[in-house]
């Protein structure tokens, strides 16, 4: 089980309200690079920047293979600048529900492979929902709690699913604002990352559409061809639970960093 991270006295940030805030949509900027490779190294270095702002911030971490290199970017330059993570905190994004603890298709086990080791992040600095927990409804509480003392994110980094769930929130008639367990459609429990298991999760835990908008910055990574036509309806500017992505374009600081395979039809 992951370690709670401690409280750091910092000054208060203000809460995005989505409730508050103009509805404008398509505010989204967008980056389109030549592949993965010129995307990661967009991404990387944006988010390097905004490291050395601040060097107590709370980044909040998606997995799968779209953000990897970008991580692994950041890593090189934790070995060369290591004073730039030295007070990071990371916050992971969600988990597969019931998967073994050290399970090497968790989240968990993604994180301190390629973020958690190479960036130089203490345990007291980590958390996020632990894989194996028994009591899901208390488990959420626990990073609801967490995230209400210790929020909000600073940037959070998020991949677009096919199906364009956000995190584990997947698309329904509602979405749900706070940390939950959430039940997966047969498209996320296809996903690569538990390719080995012989049963795989039916639930994941995730935190909310409500903690990922306060977040202060949004980062979208996305990459190439199968996930051009979710691209292509994220810029549509039609907003709708059962495409979760869509509320992106709400946010007042959401950036897409995506490759010319994603983008080939972007409108």
């Known amino acids: 089980m992951t370690n709670t991270v401690s409280t750091v006295e910092r000054p208060r940030r203000k809460r995005f309200d989505l409730m508050q805030t103009p509805m404008e949509p398509n505010r989204m900027k967008v980056e389109i690079c030549t592949d993965h490779e010129a995307m990661s190294a967009a991404a990387a270095r944006r988010i390097a920047r905004e490291f050395g702002r601040d060097r107590r911030l709370l980044v909040c971490l998606a997995t799968g293979s779209t953000p990897a290199r970008a991580y692994e970017l950041l890593g090189a330059r934790a070995r060369k600048s290591p004073a730039l993570f030295d007070h990071l905190r990371v916050l992971k994004l969600d988990e597969w529900a019931g998967l073994p603890a050290g399970d090497p298709g968790s989240s968990e086990a ?11 992040v203490s345990p007291r600095r980590f958390v996020g929902f632990a894989t194996d927990s028994s009591r899901p409804r208390l488990e959420c509480e626990r ?12 940037v959070c980094v998020l991949g677009l699913g096919s199906n364009g769930h956000l995190g584990f929130n997947e698309p329904g008639d509602a979405l749900r604002p706070i940390a939950h367990r959430a039940l997966l459609s047969e498209q996320t429990r296809a996903h690569p990352m538990v390719s080995h298991t012989v049963v795989k999760p039916k639930y994941g835990l995730t935190l909310g559409m409500a903690e990922i ?6 980062l979208l990574l996305v990459s190439g061809a199968h996930k051009r036509k979710a691209l292509n309806r994220l810029f549509r500017g039609e907003i709708s639970t059962q495409f979760p992505a ?4 709400l946010h007042p600081q959401t950036t897409v ?3 010319c395979a994603a983008a080939a039809q972007i409108k």
Request: hydrophobic share 40%; net charge positive; proline share 6%.
């Open 110 to 120: 993604y994180l301190r492979r390629r973020v958690v080791r190479p960036w130089g």
């Open 143 to 154: 990073i609801q709690n967490w995230l209400a003392r210790n929020g909000p994110i600073d």
């Open 213 to 218: 908008f306060q977040a202060r910055q949004i």
């Open 246 to 249: 869509s509320f992106l374009s």
């Open 257 to 259: 960093f995506c490759d």
